[in-house]
């Protein structure tokens, strides 16, 4: 009887010291089977692509991009600006709405301005303190440029522009080229881009 004291009072002091500490250490794993092993978890990336693999499905509209992206991109207009035959499409290959065009203002804003400046001018802050001068986004040149050329300049950067690939899905650079557009046309319109029957509401 005495013994079974003793052993019920062991477990309890046993039990007790399992309770109420913190540890940043993992929990002693008395058998670890093969718990930690190298191997795929359903659902995740492969780390290596088995040779062959066909990718399938593409990301949605604004869904956050992945640095492993391995969307299938069949649609080679809307993904990489460009036609099957390589040239940069002439003009955005997605319907341009108003929802798209604020959308486009907004990220135009966050992630250009602070080198183009809100107008496209060029002098934005990092600029002022020291980064090159972009050019301007109206200049002769960037008006006649394929609409696939800003898109790629935004995907992939040039020259002393780094690229944005990885903050701006493809839907949000397609909706800053519309605005890069609309901004021009700021720039460039004349009293006759404006229809006539709204002519006598201009000041
Ligand atoms: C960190 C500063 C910086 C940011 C941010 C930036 N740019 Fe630029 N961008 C530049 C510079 C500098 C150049 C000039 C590159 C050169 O010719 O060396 C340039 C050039 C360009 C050009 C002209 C390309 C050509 O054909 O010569 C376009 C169009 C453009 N940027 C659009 C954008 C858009 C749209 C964004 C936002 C997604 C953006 N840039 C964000 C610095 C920036």
Redo the contacts with the bound molecule.
């Keep these: 009887m005495k013994k079974m004291g003793l052993f019920v009072l062991a477990c309890a002091v046993l039990l007790s010291g399992c309770r109420g500490d913190r540890s940043t250490k993992p929990p002693i794993h008395l058998n670890p089977n093969m718990d930690w092993q190298a191997k795929y978890k359903a659902q995740s990336l492969p780390l290596d692509l088995p040779e062959g693999v066909v990718a399938w499905g593409d990301r949605t509209s604004f869904s956050k991009p992945d640095s492993r992206d391995t969307y299938l991109k069949k649609d080679s207009a809307f993904y990489f600006g460009k036609l099957p035959s390589g040239q940069f499409v002439p003009r955005i290959p997605v319907k341009v709405t108003e929802a798209m065009l604020k959308r486009g203002q907004e990220r135009?804003n966050i992630?250009?301005s602070?080198?183009?400046a809100q107008s496209g001018e060029g002098r934005g802050l990092?600029v002022q303190r020291g980064?090159?001068l972009?050019?301007n986004?109206s200049d002769e040149r960037?008006l006649t440029?394929e609409d696939g050329?800003?898109f790629d300049?935004?995907t992939n950067g040039?020259?002393?522009?780094?690229s944005?690939r990885k903050q701006?899905v493809e839907s949000d650079r397609w909706a800053?080229v519309a605005y890069?557009r609309a901004l021009q046309k700021m720039k460039t319109a004349t009293v006759d881009d404006v229809p006539e029957s709204q002519r006598g509401e201009l000041r």
């Design positions: 135009y992630y250009c602070v080198c183009h990092v980064y090159p972009p050019p986004l960037l440029v050329h800003i300049v935004i040039i020259r002393n522009m780094p944005y701006l800053i890069v």
